[in-house]
């Protein structure tokens, strides 16, 4: 108990003084303009309450990865807590936040377009195509996952293919309507599902029976055959940092009233997810009573992921509270889906310079995604869910560098993401040299760390030679 709740501290005292730093070195100004303003067209630029923008944008990032990633991450042992915390505060908080703020100071630009203009055009074409093949992704992704929990706890004749259908067809009306039409009215009724299931396990967490068996006196070895790093780093991706988050920051820059209001939407979203990313990882491991239990737990037929949320949930909360719980679950990763489906449309309409106050040029950018989201849903989802992973990652970088670049520039203290994008760099290349074929290159281990320490450190040294 005492390593969750040192982690949970760690996020509540990291955004009240942590987050406050990091705002306080940037500069953010009410006096300043803000393209919810000066761009309005009642689409996707408008000025909305705050509470509202605030979820909207954590739920657009709090898909299965805080829940599914933590579970699974936890099995990496005490370590797992530490990162969700550690990584929350001083990467992902870092991250969404300047993502966010830096959109607002360009007229609410995409990621493509923000890093582009710090890192040069050939990396702007990378980017435009990366992250609108990550939201594709995306999109496959929260389509077919919540559609088999949705099955499951339906009448026969609502498969999973009837529910793929009506997932799908929601995100087709989320992307094209006003944001705030769907979007904005639908999610303060999600988040309170998402909401009450994190406080309600929090609650039995802290006041019930259960016992946490994770103690950082322990030891911070992998409690499974797989390597802390860079393993636990891809793992836990959403709970800690995640580069699909600087996707959806834009968007939500297009609704915020002014800039003050970028600490608590996007590093305050970003907490709150790293939260539920803890109080996941503590449920997985009380509920099973240990690593060794959860890992048998997983491996036992016809169980996953899904099924342990689904046990938590009932036993813990009871049955209403189980259900709001579940649908939570479900929620979650259907209000990922539509926005991710949606900022899609707004990254092609940037780069192609379409504008989308009327519903046809809406429709002729979003029609074509959709038949690719489509064929992708096709391809097997264990295949769809390690790419995403990798790829998830490897934005993060290009946003972290970018974001490096540009405060750097502006004679601002730049080692607050510096530090988080060589890190990250190190993660995602040695995931990609030694995970084995044909998702990685197959390397062998030390080779990998080697390969990866010298890249890392090449990189660095270009960075502090074009700052000077």
């Known amino acids: ?35 919810a303003y000066t761009k309005r067209d009642d689409v996707d630029y408008r000025p909305m309450a705050t509470w509202r923008v605030f979820l909207i944008q954590f739920l657009n990032i709090a ?26 505060i001083f990467a992902g908080g870092v991250h969404d936040y300047f993502s966010g703020v830096i959109s607002l100071r360009m007229g609410g630009a995409s990621l493509p377009e923000i890093v582009g203009s710090e890192l040069g055009n050939g990396i702007k074409q990378l980017m435009r195509g990366f992250s609108v093949l990550l939201l594709m992704l995306v999109t496959a992704v929260f389509v077919v996952t919540p559609a088999g929990l949705l099955s499951s706890m339906t009448p026969d004749w609502l498969d999973v293919t009837i529910w793929t259908c009506v997932i799908f067809g929601y995100y087709i009306l989320a992307t094209l309507l006003p944001i705030d039409k769907l979007i904005g009215n639908l999610y303060p009724v ?44 891809v793992s836990i991706a959403c709970g800690a940092i995640s580069g699909f988050h600087a996707t959806q920051s834009p968007m ?28 996941w990882a503590a449920a997985a491991v009380a509920f099973t009573h240990g690593y060794s239990e959860l890992s048998d737990y997983l491996a036992a037929p016809g169980h996953s992921p899904g099924s342990l949320v689904h046990d938590i949930s009932f036993k813990w909360l009871g049955s209403f509270g189980g259900i709001l719980a579940i649908l939570g679950v479900i929620v979650a990763p259907i209000t990922t889906g539509d ?26 950018v979003a029609f074509p995604l959709i038949a690719v989201v489509a064929l992708i849903m096709l391809i097997d989802f264990n295949v769809l869910w390690r790419y995403f992973a990798w790829s998830n990652q490897t934005l993060a970088v290009f946003t972290l560098w970018a974001i490096s670049v540009y405060l750097a520039r502006k004679g601002k203290p730049y080692i607050i993401s510096l530090v988080p994008a060589l890190f990250m760099t190190a993660v995602t290349s040695t995931y990609l040299l030694s995970a084995p074929t044909p998702e990685g290159f197959g390397l062998d281990r030390i080779v990998s760390l080697a390969i990866s320490g010298t890249f890392t450190l090449a990189l660095a040294i270009v960075f502090f030679k074009k700052k000077a």
């Not at 982690?7 to 730093?21: E, P, T």
């Not at 991710?340 to 092609?348: E, F, N």
Request: hydrophobic residues 55%.
């Open 190 to 233: 999600f988040g309170f599902a998402l909401l009450f299931m994190a406080v309600g396990l929090l609650g039995v967490l802290l006041f019930g029976d259960e016992k946490i068996p994770v103690s950082f006196a322990d030891g911070f070895q992998s409690r499974n055959s797989s390597p802390i790093f860079p393993m636990m780093f």
């Open 339 to 364: 926005t991710a489906l949606r900022s899609a449309r707004l990254t092609v309409a940037d780069f192609m310079n379409i504008r989308q106050k009327r519903l046809w040029p809406r429709m002729m």
């Open 63 to 88: 898909g299965l990865g805080p829940i599914f990633g933590a579970i699974m991450g936890i099995m990496f042992g005490p370590a797992a807590f530490l990162w969700i915390a550690l990584g929350t």
């Open 252 to 279: 939500m820059a297009r609704c915020l009233k002014n800039e003050k209001l970028a600490r608590p939407v996007f590093y305050g979203a970003m907490v709150a997810e790293g939260i539920v990313a803890l109080i």
């Open 1 to 35: 108990m005492t390593a969750f709740l040192i982690s949970l501290a760690i996020l509540i005292v990291g955004y009240i003084g942590y987050g406050y730093l990091v705002d306080r070195l940037f500069g953010t100004s009410k006096s300043n303009d803000v393209p």
